[in-house]
C-alpha cells in the first residue's frame, strides 16, 4: 500500500507538471498565431500617415505601411550586431529620423555585410539631413516585446528594452513606434538588403503542448502499471 500511495503521489506531481508544461506552450501558440495573423492582415491595408500612429491603436497600426516626411539624423546612428543575411554575418544599421512634425523614431535601415575583419567597419550607405519622404513598416514595441527574435524588444541586464536603452544613452526622446525602411524619395538612401517581415508560422508550440498531455497520459499509464503489479503481487500472497 505504501508504494502505490508513493507511487500515486509522484504520478500526480509529474502528470501535473505535463499539464502545466502543455498549457505553457499552447499559450504560446495562441500568442503566436494571433500576431502572424495580425501581420498577415495589416500589411495588405493601405498605407497611413503620422497622425494615424496616435488616432488608431496599436493593432491598427503594427506592421502597416507608413509614408512620412522629414530628415534623417545622421549623428545618430546605430550599428546592431549579430545580424545575418543568408548565412553572413553583418550589422542592421539604425538611424534616427526626424518627422516635419518635430517628433523623433528610430529606422531599421536594413542589413549590411560586416567588414572584412574586426578592425574594417562595414560599408554603410550615408544618409544626409534633405527633407524626403520614407515609405516604412511600423513596428510596435509592445507587440514586438511578444515575437522572439526582435531585436528592439529583447531586455537588456537593466530590464528594459534596446529602444529604451538607446533613447537614455542620447538622451532623447522618441516615440514608441520605430520604422522598417522600404523607399525613400532619395532612392540612394534605400537599403539594398531592406529589414525583412518575421517568418508568418506557428513554430513548434502547439506541437510540444501535445507532446506533454502524451507525456502526462504516459505517467498515469505507468501509476497504473504499478498499482496492477502490486494489487497482483498482494494476491499471490494470499
Request: proline share 5%; hydrophobic share 40%; aromatic share 10%.
Amino acid at each position: 500500500m505504501k508504494r502505490i500511495v508513493g507511487a500515486s503521489l509522484l504520478a500526480i506531481i509529474l502528470a501535473a507538471l505535463c499539464i502545466q508544461g502543455a498549457r505553457w506552450q499552447f499559450d504560446r501558440h495562441e500568442v503566436r498565431h494571433a500576431k502572424n495573423e495580425l501581420i498577415r492582415a495589416n500589411i495588405v491595408k493601405p498605407a497611413i500617415g503620422e497622425a494615424d500612429l496616435v488616432g488608431l491603436q496599436a493593432d491598427d497600426v503594427a506592421w502597416r505601411t507608413i509614408k512620412i516626411s522629414g530628415s534623417f539624423m545622421p549623428e545618430s546612428e546605430i550599428l546592431i550586431r549579430n545580424r545575418y543575411h543568408e548565412g553572413q554575418y553583418g550589422f542592421g544599421v539604425v538611424t534616427l529620423f526626424q518627422s516635419s512634425s518635430g517628433k523623433k523614431y528610430w529606422v531599421d535601415r536594413g542589413w549590411v555585410i560586416a567588414g572584412k575583419d574586426a578592425l574594417t567597419p562595414p560599408d554603410v550607405k550615408p544618409v544626409n539631413t534633405d527633407e524626403i519622404t520614407i515609405e516604412a513598416r511600423v513596428r510596435v514595441e509592445s507587440i514586438e516585446s511578444q515575437i522572439s527574435g526582435t531585436v528592439f524588444a529583447v531586455p537588456g541586464n537593466d530590464g528594459k528594452s534596446q529602444l529604451a536603452r538607446w533613447n537614455n544613452e542620447r538622451s532623447i526622446l522618441t516615440e514608441p513606434f520605430y520604422f522598417d525602411l522600404v523607399n525613400a524619395t532619395k532612392s540612394e538612401f534605400n537599403p539594398d538588403v531592406p529589414a525583412s517581415l518575421p517568418e508568418l508560422s506557428d513554430g513548434p508550440h502547439l506541437a510540444y503542448s501535445v507532446q506533454w498531455w502524451l507525456f502526462a497520459g504516459l505517467v498515469l499509464f505507468g501509476l497504473y502499471l504499478v498499482i496492477r503489479e502490486e494489487r497482483k503481487a498482494q494476491t499471490e500472497k494470499l
